[in-house]
Every structure is written in C-alpha cells, then in structure tokens.
C-alpha cells in the first residue's frame, strides 16, 4: 500500500441518521410520559371527586354509622351520628360507644357484640342510647364485623332515631288499657246500677211507714241522695266506656255547684278552705250533666293537687 493513500477509517461511526431518530425516540417517550402523567392527574382528580361525594352522603345520611374497634373506641362516625348523639363530632370519636347505651340496655348491647363476633352479623335490635342533658333516645342498631385496609378488625354500627314509632306505640298500648278499663267499668257500673236500684226502693218503703223522728227522715233523706248521686257515678262510668248517650239538658251551674259543694269539702280535707260563690242569677247552660259534673269535680282536684 502507498503510504500516500488515505487509511481506511476503523470502528462503526454513527451514520447521518441516527442523531435523528434518537432524538425522535426520546420526543415519543416524554410524551407518552406526559400522556400517562396527565393520565393520573385525572384518575387522581376522579378518585378526590368520588371521595368527596363519598364524605357527603356519609355525613349527610339520615343513618348514624361509628366503626368501632375491638377496645371499644370510635375510631369512625359522621356527622348524623354526633347529631344523634348531641356531641361534636370530634368529640365522639375516641370516646366509648358503650358510654352511649343505656344502662339498662346494656345487656342487649352487649348480645349484639357478642353475635357479631361470632357470625359477622347482628341481629337488629332495639335500645336506647343517653344523650346529653336529654331523654333516651330510642334507636334501631344494627352491626356487622369488617375488616379495615390494615388488615385491622372492627365492628359498624348503624343506628337510625326510632322514638316517634316509640312514642306512637306507648299511646296505642294506653289505649287499648283505656278500652279494657271502659269495657270493665261499663260491666261495673250495671251492676252497680242494679245494687243503688234496691237501695233507693228500700228508702222509698221505710219513708212509706209512719212514725219516724225527725233524726231518721233526715238519715233516709240523706240516705236516697248519696244514692241518687252514686247512680249519677254510675252514669259518668257508662258515659266513659262509650255505653250510654250523653243526654244535653239546660242546667242551672248554681244548682249543680251547690249540690257539689257537700261532697267538695270532703274531697279537699280539712287542711284546705272551700268557698262556694254563686252568681247573683241562675247560669243556664247546655250539657250533659254527668259530664258536667266530672268537668267540676276534675277542675276542684286540679286546685287540690296545686295547693302547696
């Protein structure tokens, strides 16, 4: 070889080409890179969309939910729940749901535990839960056993407030109490009825017989009013139990509060003063007069109960 001829050029140059593609790969990859980035941006934005609607519709159920762990601690509740309960929301969680039961429905609180325990679920039951400064507040609780993203177990509670169905049940059980003691009382008052029949027959045969002191007409006399008036009693039980019409008849409220005022006196003790003041002219007035006088005599007992 001629030592003035050029040396062949050894190694493996880039050719004219490959800076370009190189840099053509790169532009692809920032790319895709961006794509997935702005991918995640909004899958991120997605995911806080949903857990913020998630938050709402917990705090603003009109259901109760604690998670409790296995200590008994509130590690969880929303909002209606601290509604329920008359406390902030920070302040509940932390605290002791067992705190809340009722002290005498801590049994069935704690029958509830125990089957959610062991079968992961309760069955719903009904207690009562203590409020601050306030009456029980009847709920309907149910639970079930989760286990939380920690591998942690815990027991949810979900409770709703049931005291207006409470209250709708007591009133329904006095009322059929009412109808059993009116049913009894009317069943009373017939024979009673039946008794204060032979009573004033008996007066009428002695009154009948001459020859009574003046002691003894007035001890019959007083005899066939106090009978007179247990059959007025006996009217206002049949009235009540629904068996007899009231019957309006124009009254004298002198009359009936003069004939009241005998027995009045004994109703009120001795401790008490009565006074009976009339109007200066008669008081005609439509009504029943068995109602009438249970109206008075309900009135005079209220005074009693208000005297010091």
Not at 115 to 136: H, N, V
Request: aromatic letters at 6%; hydrophobic letters at 40%; charged letters at 25%.
């Amino acid at each position: 070889m001629n030592q003035d001829e050029p040396k062949p050029i050894t190694g493996n140059p880039a050719s004219p080409g490959t800076g370009a593609v190189e840099l053509h790969k790169s532009s692809i990859y920032e790319l895709e890179l961006d794509m997935q980035n702005e991918e995640l941006r909004r899958v991120q934005e997605e995911l806080e969309t949903s857990k913020a609607k998630y938050f709402d519709l917990y705090d603003t159920a009109t259901v109760g939910f604690c998670e409790i762990g296995r200590n008994g601690i509130i590690r969880q509740a929303n909002q209606t729940a601290a509604l329920l309960l008359q406390t902030a929301c920070h302040d509940l969680v932390r605290s002791s749901f067992i705190d809340f039961i009722h002290p005498e429905d801590l049994l069935v609180y704690r029958r509830l535990c125990r089957q959610i325990e062991e079968k992961g679920a309760g069955k719903p039951c009904e207690l009562r839960l203590k409020q601050c400064g306030e009456l029980p507040l009847w709920v309907d609780l149910r639970g079930a056993w989760n286990i939380d993203i920690n591998g942690i177990g815990e027991m949810r509670f979900a409770f709703s407030d049931i005291s207006s169905r409470k209250t709708l049940e007591a009133q329904f059980r006095q009322a059929q109490k009412m109808q059993a003691f009116g049913q009894l009382a009317g069943g009373v008052a017939h024979d009673f009825n039946n008794i204060i029949a032979t009573i004033l027959m008996q007066v009428d045969v002695l009154n009948l017989k001459p020859g009574h002191s003046t002691e003894q007409s007035q001890g019959l006399e007083q005899i066939r009013e106090d009978a007179l008036r247990a059959a007025e009693l006996t009217r206002q039980l049949l009235t009540f139990s629904r068996k007899q019409i009231p019957k309006f008849l124009e009254l004298d409220l002198n009359e009936i509060t003069g004939k009241l005022a005998k027995m009045s006196q004994r109703m009120v003790g001795d401790h008490i003063s009565l006074e009976v003041c009339l109007a200066p002219k008669a008081l005609v007035t439509l009504a029943d007069a068995a109602m009438l006088d249970q109206l008075m005599m309900n009135l005079l007992g209220n005074a009693v109960d208000a005297m010091p």
